[in-house]
């Protein structure tokens, strides 16, 4: 059972994409230990409401409506995987959206860090590798992915699934994180380690992601992967 799970759970990284020939832009050696606070993008957008009875009416839209209306288009939605593309592309423009809000650099915000769960990506095979495939997801109902990240430079992936209705495991990753300037960020993975019943072993090879932050407060981070995945994280409680 063990082996076939694993066979089953192939995957390149957790949260992660396929290795690729990506030109990130310029590199510069930034630390990840910042104690200084985010100075967030003060901008906001008006719209002009047109009333019959009464004088123009002047609504904000600020990052809180965006965050409330992104979270509420990807709830119970299976990290994604249940959504149309018309559905997809409103999580888009939301998220496009919400990205005027960034901090100007913030891959030095110390908001950062923290456990996050993993409640969208554009594409389902991004976190957890095959078993979110379509076939996958037959024989394995994912319960929860999650993402951690400790100072100073440590993320932690991990996906715990139920496999065939009964048999309770998960895939874990450990990588290091490193600033690519000041939005970008590297991640190298140590190969994947499998828990299946009392089984635990680890297989395969290390991988690699690069992910640009496009937004993070202290409730929502945004990432935007190399091959263009979009990820939304949401602070655990």
Not at 181 to 205: A, H, M, N, R, T
Not at 209 to 220: A, N, P, Q
Request: glycine fraction near 8%.
């Amino acid at each position: 059972m063990a082996t076939a799970a694993a066979s089953s759970l192939t995957i390149a990284s957790s949260l992660s994409e396929p290795r690729t020939q990506f030109h990130a832009p310029k590199r510069s050696n930034l630390s990840l230990q910042y104690s200084v606070p985010c100075k967030a993008n003060s901008r906001s957008k008006r719209l002009v409401v047109n009333s019959v009875s009464s004088p123009k009416v002047e609504l904000r839209t600020g990052p809180d409506d965006l965050i409330s209306s992104l979270l509420s288009k990807v709830a119970n939605s299976d990290g994604g995987v249940t959504l149309t593309p018309e559905e997809h592309k409103e999580v888009a423009q939301v998220a496009g959206e919400l990205q005027k809000y960034c901090v100007s650099e913030p891959v030095k915000c110390p908001l950062i860090f923290g456990d996050w769960d993993v409640v969208y990506c554009s594409r389902p095979t991004s976190p957890g590798g095959g078993y979110r495939s379509v076939i996958g997801r037959l024989f394995f109902r994912t319960n929860e992915m999650i993402q951690g990240i400790d100072s100073p430079d440590t993320v932690r992936n991990r996906v715990s699934f139920t496999a065939l209705g009964f048999l309770d495991g998960d895939v874990s990753l450990t990588g290091k994180l490193k600033a690519l300037d000041s939005e970008w960020v590297q991640v190298i993975f140590e190969p994947p380690e499998l828990k299946v019943g009392s089984l635990e072993f680890k297989y395969g090879f290390e991988s690699e992601v690069k992910l640009r932050i496009t937004y993070v407060d202290e409730k929502l981070r945004l990432g935007l992967g190399s091959r263009g995945s979009l990820f939304v994280f949401r602070r655990r409680q």
